[in-house]
């Protein structure tokens, strides 16, 4: 069965510093990779999506990902975090059959320190 | 304008009340959604709604009845409230031609807090 899996919580960066949150996942065949971030008292919102093609995916906010079916993982990255990026980072694979089904992985939370 | 709106925002109950979420989507969509997120935020689907048919159902309490008048609109009554569902209740809709790898469009959430 799909699943997902952050192993980090919560990371605490400080502004300007670089960034990565790790994502595994255990998916069937070629997966579908998705990050949503979720800011404080706010809905998702998609950041990046990896479907097929180039392993190393760009997304909105300055974020990037990079998909290596080795280690089966997708982990986020930015280079230069900002305050503004504090909030709860998603990582999702898509359950199976067409229903639009997502499997999220636990979250982790970003801190931003000044 | 919000593209997936969700009202009441907040909403505190006693035990064993009934209650409703509304929600509704500006986007033309096809497939509409809701999820819950528990108190240590984990994210869980519940319904999914594709013009009007119900296409996921999760291992949802039958207390949980989703009902959607036409495509724009999805709604969740809860009846007889229990302390356990208490969460933020998301709704969330996509295009509906590939839902597999669509982008969702969430909603802001719906704090329910059961007492």
């Known amino acids: 069965a799909q699943s997902v899996t952050q192993p980090d919580i919560h990371i605490t960066v400080s502004e300007g510093a670089s960034l990565e949150l790790r994502c595994n996942y255990s998916y069937g065949a070629t997966p579908y990779l998705f990050w949503y971030v979720q800011s404080p008292g706010q809905g998702l919102q998609l950041l990046l999506k990896y479907f097929s093609g180039d392993t190393l995916v760009q997304g909105i906010k300055g974020f990037e990902a990079e998909f290596k079916r080795s280690q089966s993982s997708f982990n986020l990255r930015k280079p230069s975090v900002h305050w503004s990026d504090a909030a709860e980072y998603f990582c999702a694979v898509p359950g199976s059959g067409n229903t639009g089904k997502l499997i999220f992985g636990q979250g982790t939370t970003l801190q931003v320190k000044p | 304008d919000t593209a997936v709106s969700q009202t009441p925002k907040y909403l505190v109950t006693q035990m064993g009340n009934d209650k409703s979420i509304k929600c509704e989507q500006n986007?033309?969509?096809?497939?509409m959604y809701w999820y819950k997120q528990d108190s240590k935020k984990f994210l869980k689907i519940m319904f999914s709604?594709?013009?009007?048919?119900?296409?996921i159902n999760e291992t949802v309490p039958n207390r949980f009845s989703p009902k959607s008048p036409d495509k724009a609109h999805l709604n969740l009554h809860i009846n007889s409230l229990e302390l356990g569902d208490s969460a933020v209740y998301f709704c969330?809709?996509?295009?509906?031609?590939?839902?597999?790898?669509?982008?969702?469009?969430f909603g802001p959430g719906t704090r329910l807090l059961v007492l």
């Open positions: 969330a809709s996509s295009l509906g031609g590939q839902r597999g790898v669509e982008t969702q469009y």
């Open positions: 709604y594709n013009n009007k048919e119900l296409i």
């Open positions: 986007l033309g969509h096809d497939t």
